[in-house]
């Protein structure tokens, strides 16, 4: 069965930390770079941050020294821990496989509000 199950968000204020979980079926975590998405109102999904099976991180410009993803292989779960939280992060997180699209499973993703 195919499972995403994103947990974590929150209301922090600018500055703040938050930390999001997602448990992933096996299906789609094995042998998958991971990767953390998040969509803020009125925009589209973007790419936040991915991770290789191996450990291998990339990130957006935007979080860039500031988020930090990690996974968990045993555990089938992947996260992302957010730093110095700005306003312009306020969105909803989801985590997914890297290259997922529209027609893929998605799960119901983790509200981030960050308040100024």
């Known amino acids: 069965q195919v499972q995403l199950v994103e947990s974590g968000g929150g209301l922090v204020q600018a500055g703040e930390s938050l930390g999001l979980s997602c448990a992933a079926s096996g299906s789609i975590f094995r042998s998958n770079t991971m990767a953390w998405y998040r969509q803020a109102p009125g925009k589209q999904r973007e790419l936040v941050a991915t991770?290789?099976?191996?450990?291998?991180?990339r990130y957006a410009d935007s979080v860039k020294g500031r988020f930090t993803i990690s996974r968990d292989n045993a555990k089938n779960t992947v996260y992302l821990q957010m730093n110095s939280a700005k306003p312009e992060d306020t969105a909803v997180y989801y985590c997914n496989k890297r290259y997922a699209g529209e027609y893929n499973y998605w799960g119901q993703g983790t509200q981030v509000t960050v308040s100024s």
């Open positions: 991770i290789t099976t191996d450990g291998f991180t």
